[in-house]
């Protein structure tokens, strides 16, 4: 994979996945995870993720081939996953989120870390994240989100954009049918964060922009303050309150 590929991202920062090089430790961590986590998003999971997670083939008896996974959100939504090596710089990011590549690890944490590891895996990046790509709303949000992100033009304005992302695409929360619901991909893969959101301890806000982007976090402990959406149309339209504001 060269960087014209992912229009000027360094192909230093793609891999491969080799699907039979994982093992069987591995396949029963995803398993254990997978299990774990769908006993209760069953029923303060967003449908919209659960939706998806149907839609993309995800199982609870192996790690998901991206291969096999991309077929469908490619014909769905454009979009694909694709392999990194690890963390990418914030502008290489939102670039590849607004060519609607999403970059996914694909190593699987070891057994004696299941229950939390600080740096992303598969299991965060494709359970967690990926199911949402199917959904034609959210679709388009996140791809219009890289583009606004990449042409930010200071410090100021990267962070901005990376609260944004923070409190929604990580961990935010949505309504449905009078519920709140978790959806972001912090929330979806770690049982602790989920079980913390929709508790007594979280002061779970209306979305405000101006309150996001203002919203100082801390990326290894609970959440104290997060923000419930009422559909992805808001997430949109904050996208273009963003672009405009970084345009001016």
Known sequence: MNSATLDGVASEYFTEQDWDAYTSEAHEVWSILYRRRMKTLTE?????FLD?????GLKAEEV???TE?????????GWNAVPVTGFL???????CLANRRFPT????RPMEKIDYLQEPDIFHDVFGHVPLHADTVFADFLQKFGAVAARARSEEETTWMARLFWFTVEFGLIRED????????????STADAKNAIGPDCD???????EVVAQDFEIDRLQDILFVVDDFEQLFEAVRVMERRLDA
């Open 44 to 48: 303060n999971g967003s449908r919209l």
């Open 52 to 56: 998806g997670a149907e839609l993309i």
């Open 64 to 66: 998901p081939n991206l």
């Open 69 to 77: 996974v991309n077929k469908v959100l490619e014909a769905r939504t």
């Open 89 to 95: 710089p914030a502008r290489e990011f939102f670039l």
């Open 105 to 108: 690890t694909v190593t699987v």
């Open 178 to 189: 009078g519920d709140t619901k978790v959806y972001g991909s912090g929330l979806i893969s």
């Open 204 to 210: 779970r806000r209306e979305f405000d922009l101006d």
